[in-house]
């Protein structure tokens, strides 16, 4: 944890160097009847950033933080394997969307949360992997009228068919 | 006199067949709709924004505004029970109430999270009834200083009475702050912080994207990691009994939260371009203060929910006041309605109580209506929202997971948004480990847009001198306060280190 700290502190640091950077693009200073310029605002908050990383460190220099006194791993094994299968799946998830749609990549998702991380049945895994795309589908397209992504061609002949079914 | 008769005149036309169908209709979808992560008041009023032309004038609006009080109701549901806040009114109800939730007690908190917005709904009603015209002059006299002080003061709650490492907050409140400046400088129009040259970066980076970033993935890859997917929420208390038992507990133990919300709410909903948000977070940030007890806010206290929704919702009612009486919409949603009432043909501002009174007067009648209505119709379905976290967390976690990413999407509208939700959500997961708040950053990402353009205009008001935040008679002591919350965490350090050297 310990080394953790003050890395993500040094991480977070570069980030806030960067940030100020970008602001200069724009005018940071006061300008005569125009009042500050755009980049005056991000520009001296990021300025705060870097100064609070800069406290942060110096505090874990003092050892002042928990993290900072802490020994342990960030994570053991469990908690990384956690990370990687769940944030991993969110991550395919997504990068699905634009393949088979926002529906079937919320179908895929269930399926492989439900029945490999969460070890359920097949009839619950399949029943809420189908149905709650379908209701999804019906709020979203139906009731809101917000559409969402329809992924490549193929999955075409799905949304003719449920659009035939809602209009 | 004449208000009350002109009121009764108003409950009677809200009472009508056709417009209490619509009320009851109106706060049901909103309910569900509040409920909804990357969902809120905004998208129910301009959603069914057509479906008003069917009917009067005087009716459509009250469905809108039946629509905006059940929504304000809903999204404390989602803060509370799957620790997402639906809207960022309810930022401030995830503090205590996830924890409650995650303690057994989501029932209470759902109870407390609905009488508060009750009586915070009433007690702003009865001020609307009887000040507005007063309070929209009180309204006009914030100008730039007084809003940005308002700002600062918001923050300022933050260090001062966060009980966080101060560094990372003040961190996470910068953050926030530079995050919401991404996209366009809205004073010259120019492309500003468009990060790694990427072009989404245009559209700025919106709430809701690092609210269900932070809230949707982030906290639950972290519950997920610290309870070992072993999670308990569930509350067994789902009976009439147990309903009334959690009511007796609410008022009991949210009294002074409530109180507080619903006058502070009211006040800071009324001015122009503050809202809801500061106003739940300030009223938050004010019950702790003034609790005996303040380290116990943060771990489940019905105090901790019941002061953000009472002013939720009376800011709510209190931003329909400079809407109706200045022609100045307070939020999104009022803009939306303001809209509406353009189209049918209504001018808002000075002339309307006089020209359209029984439209004026049926509106605030059926905010009497909508709140009672709004009260019952939550407080039934509380045991289908408990319920739902009686499931499993292998079932649950997903449909978070799920109604997060198409929340974000239905919010958005965009892919860019939705992977910068996950970046978000694993990002936070990290930061969370190592003891950054991450609240902060979310309610700066809000007020940032606000807070820039208040403070520029203020500072071009002066011609760059920066004591015009001193100066003034309301934006003086604001800013005041609000340096003196800042130092308090230092005064407190100077004082301990002062009772030690004596010692």
Known sequence: ?167 | MEVLSFLADGLLLSLQPLNLMLILAGVTVGLFIGAMPGLGSVNGVAILLPITFLVPPGSAIIFLAAIYYGAMYGGAISSVTLGIPGASTAVATTFDGRPMALNGKASLALVTAALASFVGGTVANVLFTLFAPLLASVALSFGPPEIFALMLLAFATFVGLGGDDIPKTIFSICFGLVLAAVGFDTISGEPRLVLFEISGFLRGIGFIVLAIGVYGIGEMLWTLEQTRGEVTTTNPKMTIKGLVSDTKEAARKGWRGTMIGSFLGFFVGVLPAAGATPGSLMSYGVAKMLSKNPKAYGTGIPDGVAAPEAANNSASTGAMLPMLTLGIPGSPTTAILLGGMVIWGLTPGPRLFANESEFVWGLIGSFYVSNVAALFINLAFIPLFVWMLRMPFTILAPLIFVLSIIGGFAAARSMHDLWMIVIFGIGAFFLRKFDYPLAPAVLAIVLGPIAESTMRQSLLLSSGDPMIFLNRPIAGPITVIAIILILLPALKLLRRKKAVATA
């Open chain 1, 1 to 167: 944890m310990r080394q953790g700290e003050i890395s993500l502190a040094g991480l977070l640091a570069l980030f806030s160097l960067y940030l100020m950077w970008k602001s200069m693009e724009l005018p940071i200073g006061y300008i005569r009847g125009q009042g500050p310029g755009g980049g005056f605002w991000p520009f001296w908050l990021s300025l705060g950033m870097l100064l609070s990383c800069i406290a942060i460190a110096y505090n874990w220099w003092r050892g002042k933080s928990p993290a900072a006194r802490s020994d342990d791993p960030i994570m053991d094994e469990f908690g990384w394997r956690t990370v990687i299968l769940v944030g991993g799946g969110v991550v395919g998830f997504v990068a699905l969307i634009s393949i088979v749609s926002m529906y079937g990549a919320i179908a895929l998702f269930l399926f492989y949360y439900l029945r490999f991380l969460g070890r359920h049945s097949w009839v619950l895994t399949l029943g809420l992997s189908i149905v709650l795309p379908v209701l999804l589908f019906l709020f979203f397209e139906g009731a809101m009228m917000i559409s969402m992504p329809q992924g490549m061609a193929f999955t075409q002949p799905f949304f003719d068919l449920m659009y035939d079914f809602i209009y």
